[in-house]
């Protein structure tokens, strides 16, 4: 049996309030007193109502855009392909209700970032999706994305300066505590052993989240094995100085902050000793973890954040809800043993 769909007189007549109250409150906008909106929301709840968004993106006569602002396709960098088809997904769910993508895709540089947000923001966007790599040298141009006052949604890097409607991620500094828990149970421990952060792939200088995750990696050593020396290296580039494989033979274990665990295979493939900690299930990734280069992934659910924060950002701009400042994921620790379930 269908379930009966109420229309706003139904609703106000369950209420006895007018109909220009339920539709006040329903689409949350203009003023309602406290009294006639707990008899409005009361009856919703008893009739479990849900907005008819097809029918209301139909009344609205123009679609709504999402500005989607993401790193473009690296064959080195499969993490944002990933979160890319995540987006996209979602985005085909979303054109029944008048809601449309538009990407504005950067190079790895400051300049192409900023020359993509300063694009995204000229289409004069419904709301905004930003992978904000590059943040600090462009302060004043997030400052003018969140004056024009469009749903701003972040993903992977979180940025508290940002009024932004919501971020969707992982709590960086607790998955480097994580990292290095387990990374304590996993190395031989010696007097004189040493422990590696090595930030790949990405300018730390701009990078909000390695930070953190490094933070969190030697909070966590600060607390339960201080005397443990770490050692923190970064490349930008994916190319590595020839002097880093002597380099390695010190090393008991290495803590990769980035996806790109991959490029260390040349060396791995002599350093069998080596513990490693990376980070996504990237093809590259899980090759090396199968053949015991790498001994645990954190996976980042790059696909599911593109999904989640499209659908927050849509959730938004259709109901008008408030929705969650931080929808943090779940850090999934994998191994050869569990790989299987995650593909």
Known sequence: MQPKKHTLEDIAKLAQVSRGTVDRVVNNRGNVSAKAREKVDKVLKEIDYKPNLIARSLKRHKDLTIAVVIPK???????????????????KKMTQF????NYFRYQKSKESFEKMLKEAMLLDPSAILIAPIFYEELKALFSKVEKQGIPIG??????????????????????????????DQIIVH???????????GVDTDHAIHLRDKENGFKAYFSEHNPDLAIEVVSF?????????????SEIAG??????????????????????????DLVPKNIAQLRKGNINILLNQNPKMQGD????????????????????LFPIDIVLTENLESYL
């Open 190 to 200: 010696t007097p004189k052993q040493k422990v590696l952060i090595a930030h790949l």
């Open 98 to 101: 008048g809601i449309m993508l």
């Open 236 to 248: 930008a580039s994916d190319n590595f100085p020839e002097s880093l494989e002597s380099f390695f």
């Open 308 to 327: 989640a924060c499209i659908g927050l950002l849509s959730e938004q701009l259709l109901y008008n809800n408030v929705v969650p400042k931080k929808k």
């Open 73 to 91: 396709h690296n064959e080195q960098d499969i993490y944002w392909d990933q979160c890319a088809q995540g987006i996209a997904e979602a985005g």
């Open 154 to 183: 972040l993903i992977n890097t979180p940025i508290e300066e940002i009024d932004h409607t919501t971020f969707v991620g992982q709590d960086y500094k607790m998955s480097g505590r994580l990292a290095a828990q387990l990374m």
């Open 254 to 279: 290495i803590y990769v902050t980035t996806s790109k665990t991959h490029l260390l295979s040349a060396y791995l493939n002599k350093q069998s000793n080596i513990k490693v900690i990376g980070y």
